[in-house]
């Protein structure tokens, strides 16, 4: 169970965190909820307290971890398969896991990618997404700026693709 104030990662929407515990009735049925805000995107969500491990909630890296997630961006990128179709279903199943690991492999391979060969429309949505994911993750574990983070992100990538 988490507590008012928690961060927490919310596989495919980000990191937010808890604001409150609210007791709804849906259908007849009541049901606690987390009332989740997003500070990248500025967004609110409300999760059923009883489904957050089957979702996959987790709380967000400890602020030691962001250095072991930044020189992991800076790796070389992964092998990816040449077919687009079968890399977006690659990439999409790391995003679904909320493993920040898999979030920042995409984000690497793609953006590489995208330096090197371009993207397609839907793989350019899914690092705009991929992106928005790692950075709000990481705003919140170093208690940081969006601007600040993305500058990092991005600073890592692209001198990563000019070596």
Same mark, same amino acid.
């Given at each position: 169970?988490?507590?008012?104030?928690?961060?927490?990662? #919310?596989?495919?929407?980000?990191?937010?965190?808890?604001?409150?515990?609210?007791?709804?009735?849906?259908?007849?049925?009541?049901? !606690? #909820?987390?009332?989740?805000?997003?500070?990248?995107?500025?967004?609110?969500?409300?999760?059923?307290?009883? +489904?957050?491990?089957?979702?996959?909630?987790?709380?967000?890296?400890?602020?030691?971890?962001?250095?072991?997630?930044?020189?992991?961006?800076?790796?070389?990128? !992964?092998?990816?398969?040449? +077919?687009?179709?079968?890399?977006?279903?690659?990439?999409?199943?790391?995003?679904?896991?909320?493993?920040?690991?898999?979030?920042?492999?995409?984000?690497?391979?793609?953006?590489?990618?995208?330096?090197?060969?371009?993207? !397609?429309?839907?793989?350019?949505?899914?690092?705009?997404?991929?992106?928005?994911?790692?950075?709000?993750?990481?705003?919140?574990?170093?208690?940081?700026?969006?601007?600040?983070?993305?500058?990092?992100?991005?600073?890592?990538?692209?001198?990563?693709?000019?070596?």
């Amino acid at each position: 169970m988490y507590d008012i104030g928690d961060k927490v990662v #919310y596989p495919m929407h980000g990191a937010g965190i808890i604001e409150g515990i609210e007791e709804c009735e849906i259908l007849g049925e009541k049901q !606690s #909820y987390y009332i989740l805000r997003f500070p990248v995107g500025d967004m609110k969500v409300m999760i059923p307290t009883a +489904n957050v491990e089957q979702i996959g909630i987790r709380e967000v890296i400890s602020n030691d971890e962001v250095a072991d997630v930044m020189k992991f961006m800076s790796g070389d990128q !992964s092998k990816m398969s040449t +077919n687009w179709n079968k890399r977006y279903r690659q990439n999409m199943e790391k995003m679904k896991s909320g493993d920040i690991y898999e979030v920042a492999e995409v984000v690497r391979n793609l953006m590489l990618r995208d330096s090197e060969k371009g993207l !397609s429309t839907a793989e350019r949505k899914m690092l705009s997404n991929a992106r928005q994911i790692l950075i709000s993750e990481l705003v919140l574990s170093k208690d940081a700026e969006e601007s600040e983070i993305t500058a990092l992100v991005d600073g890592i990538i692209e001198a990563e693709g000019s070596v």
